[in-house]
């Protein structure tokens, strides 16, 4: 049976670039591999056939002499090429799929060739610690000093978990890289190094104050600057705070995660600050001013109009919070909540029923709801 034209076989053209050509025999030797194909029997000589191709197109002067001649290029064993016969040989069959195991499988077998297992430093964890401040502190900013449990390098062999006198030495089994590879049939097979777990160095004198892992748990003081402005969610990271590396690697980042605890006078809501302020009926009526807080620890007087109604709004402006980054300070919003008074004697109740015949037409709001109201009761007999 004639032979397939190799550009067919992976489904490319022939001005394919090299990358093509691999992405191309990436997906057939997937499709076709036989260990997924059991039920398919032509599965491995497809498979045989890919190979067979990216073999030969891969190589820049292999794919010219097959542009021009075709298959009679590499007839009589011409080239270095294939075997006579059609398949490849053992041989040729790793060089082609080296190329592409790695990202064919290293998600599966923990990373590619080229990487160098854990490696013998590697850097620590991040840690994330949660801090409450109160939006006094988050107005002014504040020095905070925290405890953080960590893991710190080891004092006793500075991080290297051999004993003092002694250093790590380089694995024997793998070199140093932390994997071995193995041939199985078509496949070479990349495995974490069972002597040293892929770490590339191995201890003879362990330290014995860490166990040759190099930390120890230490619980650690820190000094932390809260900027003003903060707001709850703000994250702040401090470089090399974090978990120590492994076998003298950088340590890691600590990230500090600010909450703003609600306050018994004000309301935030970004940079603007919230009162509400209670101001008697009277003071509501007919005017008057009230004294409210603010944030900075001050007092600002307010002036009430006469007629204020309740969740009425005043404004001061430039004294809420700061801006985290600069950009100057927000407002502060004054909102009334007119009170009713209890607890009356019977002179106020004879004063205020003698001043409630006298207000009939002070109070538009109650004269218009009425007025809707009779309506309402019009349309309803009607």
Request: proline share 5%; with cysteine.
């Amino acid at each position: 049976m004639a032979k397939r034209d190799y550009y067919d076989v992976l489904g490319v053209g022939k001005n394919a670039s090299p990358e093509e050509l691999k992405k191309a025999y990436r997906t057939k030797a997937k499709e076709l591999h036989p260990d997924r194909n059991s039920d398919n029997p032509d599965a491995e000589s497809q498979f045989k056939e890919a190979n067979e191709a990216y073999e030969i197109l891969k190589d820049a002067e292999k794919k010219a002499a097959y542009d021009r001649f075709g298959h009679a290029a590499f007839e009589g064993g011409m080239g270095g090429g294939p075997r006579p016969g059609g398949g490849p040989g053992q041989g040729d069959f790793a060089s082609a799929f080296s190329d592409v195991f790695e990202d064919l499988f290293g998600d599966f077998m923990g990373g590619g060739g080229q990487r160098s297992g854990r490696g013998r430093a590697s850097r620590g964890s991040d840690l994330r610690y949660n801090l409450r401040v109160d939006l006094e502190e988050a107005y002014t900013g504040v020095q905070k000093a925290i405890s953080v449990p960590t893991s710190v390098s080891c004092s006793a062999c500075d991080g290297t978990g051999a004993e003092s006198g002694s250093e790590p030495q380089t694995c024997p089994t793998c070199s140093g890289i932390g994997k071995v590879r193995a041939q199985q049939g078509f496949f070479t097979v990349e495995r974490t190094c069972p002597t040293c777990s892929g770490i590339g160095q191995i201890i003879n004198n362990p330290c014995q104050s860490c166990g040759g892992v190099g930390r120890e748990h230490k619980e650690r003081s820190l000094s932390v600057n809260i900027p003003a402005g903060v707001e709850t969610g703000t994250r702040i990271r401090l470089a090399g705070e974090g978990e120590a590396g492994m076998r003298g690697g950088p340590s890691g980042d600590l990230y500090i995660f600010i909450e703003v605890q609600e306050h018994e006078l004000f309301e935030r809501d970004g940079t603007d600050l919230f009162c509400r302020v209670p101001v008697a009926m009277t003071t509501a009526a007919i005017g008057g001013d009230v004294e409210v807080p603010t944030i900075d620890g001050g007092r600002s007087r307010v002036k009430v109009p006469a007629g204020s109604q309740s969740g009425r709004q005043m404004r001061l402006r430039n004294k809420g919070m700061p801006a985290l980054r600069g950009g100057g300070a927000g407002d502060m919003f004054i909102e009334l909540a007119v009170e009713t008074p209890v607890n009356l004697t019977a002179k106020q109740k004879e004063l205020l029923r003698e001043f409630e015949k006298l207000s009939e037409e002070n109070n538009p709001q109650l004269s218009k709801f009425f007025s809707k109201v009779k309506s309402f009761w019009d349309e309803m007999k009607s």
